[in-house]
Nanobody
Framework: QVQLVESGGGLVQAGGSLRLSCAAS????????MAWFRQAPGKERDMVAA????????YYADSVKGRFTISRDNAKNTVYLQMNSLKPEDAAPYYC?????????????????WGQGTQVTVSS
């Protein structure tokens, strides 16, 4: 059983930056493709970014390309999401998810483990 704990959310002004972290425990972190999803009120939970278990490939939603960067540190069992040039439409709870030896798929049903989420608020 893998446990995921997100941190780093908060309130930021538009144009600002935040770095989210997701600490994993209970499994072999290096075997998991990791992803960040977000769910704005009244909308589906959509993938923002993903990084393969090998670290060799990444995926970004079109809405965040060039602004967000996903990375992982297998020695620390942690995945990060650096968010720059934040916009009010980026505001949402952000969830970390893990997919054992999977691809960087955007299908949320492929992810077996989820964190509780961390709230990102962007003021205009």
């Amino acid at each position: 059983q893998v446990q995921l704990v997100e941190s780093g959310g908060g309130l930021v002004q538009a144009g600002g930056s935040l770095r989210l972290s997701c600490a994993a425990s209970g499994g072999t972190f290096s075997r998991y493709t990791m992803a960040w999803f977000r769910q704005a009120p009244g909308k589906e939970r959509d993938m923002v970014a993903a990084i393969s278990w090998s670290g060799g490939s990444t995926y970004y939603a079109d809405s965040v390309k060039g602004r967000f960067t996903i990375s992982r540190d297998n020695a620390k069992n942690t995945v990060y999401l650096q968010m720059n040039s934040l916009k009010p439409e980026d505001a949402a709870p952000y969830y970390c998810a893990a997919n054992f030896l999977g691809s960087t798929t955007a299908h949320r049903n492929a992810y077996e483990y989820w964190g509780q989420g961390t709230q990102v608020t962007v003021s205009s």
